[in-house]
């Protein structure tokens, strides 16, 4: 059989019991078995298990879990709403300052949780109803907690980087660091959105009442308190990659000791929450490492049918040079986001786009960064935007998917301007890392 | 067969269940290691791998659990708009290729196990633990999967054909 006709085949089963609804992991390892049994017989299938048995035992998948862990144990610590609630009285003076403010918020809480759903949902929750109570608009309340909560994929430490990391071979810490930058430039564009427009349409965020914000100083220091602990975690998680004291890996134990200390500090930490919080690490990990080790099987056998050559020289074939190639790469990703999960996606298509980047001469830590921009857009992009689902999953049936779509859809075309100055200027990602201490 | 489906349940459950209790020794190990490298010089041998151990054979242990509570991520374009039923019926058809990966998964990993447990192999690191207890979770983990997705298939099987629940 041509490579050519394997690949098609292959896509073919892969899409058809796709959409029948078999998980996803399923659906590789089922296409893989399928056709390493009529390619090559079934000890081939020995081979992948021992790719799965590598995977199981991957140092930088342990960092999977154990940010789960600690954004599972930080949800319940009542951190993020003393962030919110101080970040919001200080930024009550703008209009929709408490869009910013939930910005800001998921900003910081971002460089504590790697994981976009547990983000969008304790916004969801804790910032979403002081917003429709004070008739904003749902362009900027629904779609700053979706475009917000969609900045964990790209504030450190993301899992997307850890899993990019991993099928990419590129260094965990130098990607975490590389993500700030562009992360922040993120940020600053959707508070300067939410800024220019409740000036240009006021009605669109109104003001918090004088008594909510004339409090006195005295008060709003005490309210900073709440932006020590997240702080301090942060620093202590990214400080320790960046300053080279500990692997991503153990960091992210770190991280896990940290919000395990900030739990006790505000009085939350209770053994059922570390069992619920153990339980639901072990399920979602679960559900991912079975994504790895799909993924794992069908690259496998793709691979050894001549499937990553043949990649190679279609890709090749794009005109307009190494920049028509990226640009192609690009609407590829963006184009499978609308459909695929980011886990999916990372999983199926870089095995074979990286060694392409690194051969055209580009930085894989720069194109890391790159396609956690992609990521982000498929986060907020219809018809299958996880972010949409994760805030309907909060707001119940008061507010239909529809109108999410339309409140994200500003945000969304400022990620693709972020994403135009990462591709432009590699330098955004690279520079932080070129001054880590290694 | 209600009590044999029941029975399936509770036990992915519950080896679901210690499979997590695994990550909190990882954490433990990982301060301790921190402490032991930077306050008193000694780094550890075992440390690095035993991270990975824990982490690893949780993957495959709570596998079965995570699929019990629906948990492993579907594409529901067409899907989510199927009645509950017509869902049972296509669930039941894919098993067929959910229980060909599982098979060929669970021969293959046995026989990579047993062919590890013949030779007595080790990581072959300063530490040297042996590896087959990882490889034996790995065909429990895979076995276990395979009951419980057969379990689901017999539920959706007696839903489709007979429109109540089992």
Redesign the interface.
């Known amino acids: 059989m041509s490579i050519e006709l394997i690949t098609i085949l292959l896509l073919a089963t892969f899409i058809l019991?796709?959409?029948?609804?078999?998980?996803?992991?399923?659906?590789m390892?089922?296409t893989?078995?399928?056709f390493s049994?009529t390619l090559f017989g079934?000890n081939v299938?020995?081979m992948?298990?021992?790719r799965?048995?590598q995977m199981?035992?991957?140092?930088a998948?342990?960092a999977v879990?154990?940010f789960i862990?600690m954004a599972a144990i930080l949800q319940q610590s009542g951190v993020a709403d003393q962030l919110f609630k101080a970040v919001y009285i200080w930024s009550g003076p703008f209009r929709g300052g408490l869009a910013i403010g939930t910005i800001i918020s998921c900003t910081i809480m971002a460089a504590m949780v790697g994981i976009v759903g547990a983000e969008i949902v304790t916004f969801g929750m804790i910032a979403l109803p002081g917003m429709l109570k004070r008739k904003y608009d749902g362009r900027i309340a629904l779609g700053s907690i979706c475009a917000g909560g969609g900045m964990a994929t790209l504030i450190p430490p993301s899992v997307v980087f850890i899993v990019y990391a991993m099928t990419a071979g590129a260094p965990v810490g130098d990607l975490f660091i590389a993500g700030i930058i562009p992360g922040l430039i993120l940020g600053t564009l959707f508070i300067g959105y939410i800024i220019v427009a409740t000036w240009l349409k006021p009605e669109m965020a109104p003001a918090a009442p004088k008594e909510e914000r004339n409090m006195p100083l005295k008060e709003k220091l005490v309210l900073l308190k709440g932006l020590i602990m997240p702080s301090l975690l942060a620093i202590s998680v990214l400080g320790s990659i960046y300053a080279g004291?500990?692997t991503p890996?153990?960091a992210?134990?770190?991280g896990?000791?940290g919000a395990i200390v900030t739990a006790a500090v505000n009085r939350k930490l209770t053994f059922s929450g570390?069992k619920s919080s153990?339980?639901e690490?072990?399920?979602?990990?679960?559900?991912l490492?079975?994504?790895f080790f799909g993924a794992q099987t069908i690259i496998g056998i793709y691979t050894l049918a001549g499937g990553d050559q043949f990649v190679r020289n279609t890709v090749m074939a794009i005109p307009f040079g190494k920049w028509g190639i990226i640009i192609g790469m690009q609407l590829i990703l963006i184009f499978l986001g609308m459909?695929?999960?980011w886990?999916g996606i990372v999983l199926l298509t870089m095995p074979l786009f990286v060694p392409i980047i690194e051969d055209l001469g580009f930085n894989t830590v720069w194109f890391g960064v790159v396609f956690c921009m992609n990521m982000h857009i498929s986060y907020l992009s219809p018809?299958?935007g996880p972010s949409i689902f994760y805030l309907k999953s909060v707001v119940g049936d008061e507010i239909p998917v529809g109108q999410i779509y339309r409140a994200n859809l500003p945000y969304l075309w400022l990620t693709f301007v972020a994403l135009a100055f990462t591709v432009a200027f590699p330098g955004l990602s690279l520079w932080l890392p070129s001054m880590m201490l290694k | 067969m209600k009590k044999l489906l029941s029975f399936i349940d509770a036990l992915s459950t519950l080896v679901?269940?210690a499979?997590?209790?695994l990550?909190?020794p990882?954490?433990v190990?990982?301060?301790y290691?921190?402490v032991m490298r930077?306050i008193f010089h000694l780094p550890t041998l075992w440390v690095?791998e035993s991270?990975?151990?824990g982490?690893?054979m949780?993957?495959?242990?709570?596998?079965a659990?995570?699929l019990k509570?629906n948990?492993?991520?579907?594409?529901?374009?067409?899907?989510?708009r199927?009645t509950a039923r017509q869902?049972a019926v296509?669930?039941s058809?894919?098993y067929l290729?959910?229980a060909?990966?599982?098979t060929?998964?669970l021969?293959?990993?046995s026989?990579?196990t047993w062919q590890s447990i013949l030779v007595g192999e080790t990581t072959s690191s300063a530490w040297d633990p042996p590896v087959y207890p990882?490889?034996i979770a790995?065909v429990v983990g895979v076995a276990l999967l395979l009951l419980q997705g057969t379990a689901k298939f017999i539920r959706d099987l007696h839903f489709a054909i007979k429109g109540t629940e089992l």
């Open positions: 019991l796709l959409v029948t609804g078999l998980p996803l992991a399923w659906v390892g089922a893989a078995v399928i049994l079934p299938m020995v992948m298990v021992g799965v048995y199981m035992l991957n140092y998948l342990v879990p154990l862990f004291v500990a890996s153990e992210a134990g770190i896990c000791l570390i153990l339980y690490t072990v399920k979602i990990s679960c559900m490492a079975w994504l459909f695929l999960d886990i018809p299958f | 679901g269940k499979g997590s209790w990550i909190l990882v954490v190990f990982i301060g290691e921190i930077y690095s991270m990975v151990f982490c690893g949780s993957y495959v242990l709570g596998a659990w995570a509570d948990r492993h991520v579907k594409i529901d374009l067409i899907y989510g199927l869902r296509i669930d058809i894919t290729f959910f060909l990966y599982m060929v998964f021969w293959a990993a026989k990579y990882i490889k790995l």
